[in-house]
């Protein structure tokens, strides 16, 4: 067991808010990863698609989960469950920021950024 400190970690600016991954393959630990990101209002995740289910707890805010191309609807506090090789995309279409802890089951195959995950 130890303990990993969030201020010697690294942010990622995406589309409008900040992903910081707090636990997986940067941090040491291979079979699943654990992020925190924050959406502005307006801001959006990359379309992204994962060899393993997601869950993301919604911490606060409100927006929708582009699933498929179709839009679901969610408000804090839920938890959001994403199934494995399905395409989704985070929008926050609140006037507040949207507070997302989002857990990935295996390391992902992804269409676009997972979990935090610098670009590549």
Known sequence: MYVIHHAHLSAH??????????????????????????????GHSAPQQHAGELAAIVLAGSGKVLVDGGPQRFQSPCTVVVPPQVEFQFVNNAAMPLQLVLGCSAVPQMTGRCCGCPAD
Request: glycine content about 20%; aromatic content about 4%; hydrophobic content about 40%.
């Open 13 to 42: 600016d995406t589309d409008g808010g900040q992903h910081l991954v707090v636990a997986g393959p940067e941090c040491g630990i291979a079979g699943f990863q654990v992020s925190l990101q924050v959406l502005a209002p307006g």
